[in-house]
């Protein structure tokens, strides 16, 4: 089932969104019994309609699937899924994020026996990079395996997991590499075998015990399933799970490639405190409402040059196109007035 805005009759379900780079100009609705499943695929033409949806349902839990390949894509959704300031959305995913990482604390201390173990709240010491800014959403950051080009420790590929997985653990979500993303996309079946794979929990349903609690996946797994119907599951950093110096790892194979590299591998904490650093003034003074003329636009424009300036070593080569590709997206009230 399919439609061009959101159904408008109450609903109690979980919702679902899922923000993907395929291009159309319509928003396609899946539902099951549990959820309200809406794939959108042109932020900058439905902002408006998803900002009012979100902001009028409050009160029932929403999950965002990022489905992005490309870099802005990406860190643009994430500016606007920020601006949305839900104090008790953001302490409820917080607090959803600290339960997983005692769970995985836990399991590093004592091994698979972590049932009889405790922790209290002030060992629950975040390192840097933690969720320290929590959505009023839970996130999930999916990259589709064909976007690591048959090689997931080139320079572009250790790229794009280090980034993605910075961005999942920096706002408190799961991070997944996974095949078939299209599959995902379009078929409620499954999307539901997906969520069950990652350990995703609907509020309705009783609290997983902690053994049911997902195994990540941090060596690559390749894809040698033949059923197109079905998607695998490559790389898997689950809520809680991940952290700078796992990230790090990536690099450690491509160290000596740096230098050659268009892309900015993070390789030490320097690096990634600088970043961090960044990203944060970046979300800070981004506003996608501010009038252009003033100076709080200006500055968020700066920030977010100095961003992609430190990301992408040839970022001021690609900005126009970037910037042409950009306005390119028009509104859906343009859309429609051109219609008629």
């Keep these: ?203 309705t349903k009783t609290p997983r015990i902690q053994l049911n609690k997902p195994e990540a996946i941090a060596i690559y797994e390749s894809d040698h399933s033949v059923n197109g119907e079905y998607l695998h599951i490559c790389l898997l950093s689950p809520k809680g799970w991940d952290s700078w110096s796992k990230i790090q790892i990536l690099a450690t194979p491509i160290v000596h490639e740096k230098d050659k590299s268009k892309y900015n591998i993070l390789s030490n904490e320097n690096e990634f405190n600088k970043l961090n650093r960044v990203y944060n003034a970046y979300l800070d003074f981004s506003n996608s409402y501010v009038n252009q003329n003033t100076a709080e636009h200006h500055k968020a424009e700066e920030c977010k040059n100095d961003l992609f300036l430190l990301l992408l070593t040839d970022y001021k080569n690609t900005k126009k196109t970037h910037d042409i590709r950009r306005k390119q997206g028009i509104s859906l009230e343009e859309v429609l007035e051109n219609l008629q």
């Design 1 to 203: 089932m399919s439609t061009s805005i959101f159904d408008t009759r109450p609903s109690q379900k979980d919702i679902i969104i899922i923000l993907h780079q395929y291009t159309t100009l319509s928003i396609n609705y899946l539902y099951t019994n549990d959820y309200d499943i809406y794939i959108i695929s042109n932020l900058n033409i439905f902002d408006k309609y998803l900002r009012r949806e979100l902001s009028q349902n409050t009160h029932r839990k929403v999950t965002v699937i990022t489905v992005l390949g490309d870099t802005e894509d990406v860190i643009h959704a994430i500016e606007f899924l920020n601006s949305f300031d839900n104090s008790e959305g953001r302490l409820q995913e917080k607090n959803q994020f600290a339960e997983e990482y005692a769970y995985y604390l836990k399991k590093i201390q004592y091994g698979e026996d972590t049932n009889g173990y405790g922790l209290e709240d002030g060992e629950l010491n975040f390192p840097p990079g933690c969720c320290d800014m929590p959505l009023s959403f839970e996130l999930i950051v999916v990259l589709d395996n064909t976007e690591l080009k048959n090689d997931h420790l080139s320079p572009r590929s250790v790229f794009l997991q280090q980034l993605f997985r910075f961005i999942s653990l920096k706002h408190g979500g799961t991070f997944v590499c996974t095949s078939n993303t299209q599959a995902l996309i379009t078929s409620e079946k499954v999307l539901l075998h997906f969520l069950l794979q990652i350990g995703h929990q609907h509020t």
